[in-house]
């Protein structure tokens, strides 16, 4: 069973900077699709980023192009999330999920498809 731990949460400032990191215990595949999920208060979570472990294929949701940067060390087994210019509505708690990638495109992969789970992190940022 993969565990998925999230960690460099916390509290900024707006403008400022925040990495995230996620590490596995294990990669079931050497191509696995890493990804990033927020979910706001009251609101539906939501992609972040995607990054192919194999390729290093990234994918971005719009609100967070040119701003934040996803990467991984796949000898660490480890994903990271830049995440820079940070804005308050960027608040949320930050899950990273992991699944096998097949035949459908990480980027195309539903959330509901994502095998595992980490506990999330808190991201706040005052403004």
């Known amino acids: 069973e993969v565990q998925l731990a999230e960690s460099g949460g916390g509290s900024v400032q707006a403008g400022g900077s925040l990495r995230l990191s996620c590490t596995a215990t294990e990669y079931t595949s050497s191509a696995m699709c890493m990804a990033w999920f927020r979910q706001a208060p009251g609101k539906k979570r939501e992609t972040v980023a995607r990054i192919t472990t194999h390729f290093g294929s990234t994918y971005y949701d719009d609100s967070v192009k040119g701003r934040f940067a996803i990467s991984r060390d796949n000898a660490k087994h480890t994903t990271y999330l830049q995440m820079n210019s940070l804005k308050s509505e960027d608040t949320a708690m930050y899950y990273c999920?992991?699944?096998?990638?097949?035949?459908?495109?990480?980027?195309?992969?539903?959330?509901?498809?994502?095998?595992?789970w980490g506990p999330g992190t808190q991201v706040t940022v005052s403004s």
């Open positions: 999920a992991a699944h096998p990638v097949r035949s459908r495109a990480c980027s195309a992969l539903a959330e509901g498809e994502f095998t595992y």
